[in-house]
């Protein structure tokens, strides 16, 4: 596991947008894919990787977007669907194909439609060649994708409800925590840790004691996150507020400065 810390989150923004483009390059794939997180926490990431589109460094025209969840039940268009979300944030700016984007299906009429869904998804994914390198941020109760704790750490594309934690941290998209769906399609954590690298962006204090549990905890379900320390080829972008509370920052920063 690679940990970066810089000062500031457009910073952040910076660094993360030339390791996934890096990651992309080095994956050698004609149609290469990438794995596209929502929330705020990639967004500025977004931009630069947008900004390298318009400086002709990154051409996205042959790639594939697979999202890491959905909420169920959101009607179609609705403008904080993650589809949604992906389409404007990512599709647009980037030149990413929309009919070249994949999202979990939160649109099933019951159970057993959803779960056939989440079951396709994965299908697809596989049919991609596998995602070559995932974008991800971390809730503040430590969950990935939306795999809260308690999630298991060999999880597949599934159904599940979220928790009021993080109905109450997104609620800012919505009218309100009750405006926030119950329940998800979420990446499960072994969809997560299939894919070739890993790219954690974080900022902010709210993020610190995640981060830390994350990245310098014990890898357990309670921290969705930790399972990026069993991935071969993690790198986690921070800024100096979300590694506060860090132990082997001395580390990390002789790491990073090379051989
Ligand atoms: N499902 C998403 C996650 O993929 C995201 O990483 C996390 C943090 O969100 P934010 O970046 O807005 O803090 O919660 C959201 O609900």
Known sequence: MEVLVLPTAADV??????????????ARRDEPVLGLATGSSPLGLYAELAAAVRAGRLDLTRARGFALDEYVGLPVGHPQSYREVLLREVCGPLGLDPGRL????GSGRDEDELVAGAADYERRIAAAGGVDVQILGIGANGHLGFNEPGSALSSRTRVK?????????????FTGPEGVPTHCVTQGLG???AARRLVLVASGPAKADAVAAALEGPL?????????QWHADATAVLDEAAAA?????DYYDASAAGL
């Open 245 to 249: 509370r860090l132990r082997n920052r």
């Open 13 to 26: 923004a910076r660094r993360a947008a030339e390791v996934v483009i890096e990651g992309l390059g080095a």
């Open 191 to 193: 969809t997560v840790l």
């Open 220 to 228: 357990s379900a309670s921290c969705p996150a930790s399972v990026l």
């Open 161 to 173: 409800r979220l928790s009021d934690r993080t109905r109450h941290d997104n609620a800012r998209f």
């Open 102 to 105: 994949d999202v979990p299906d």
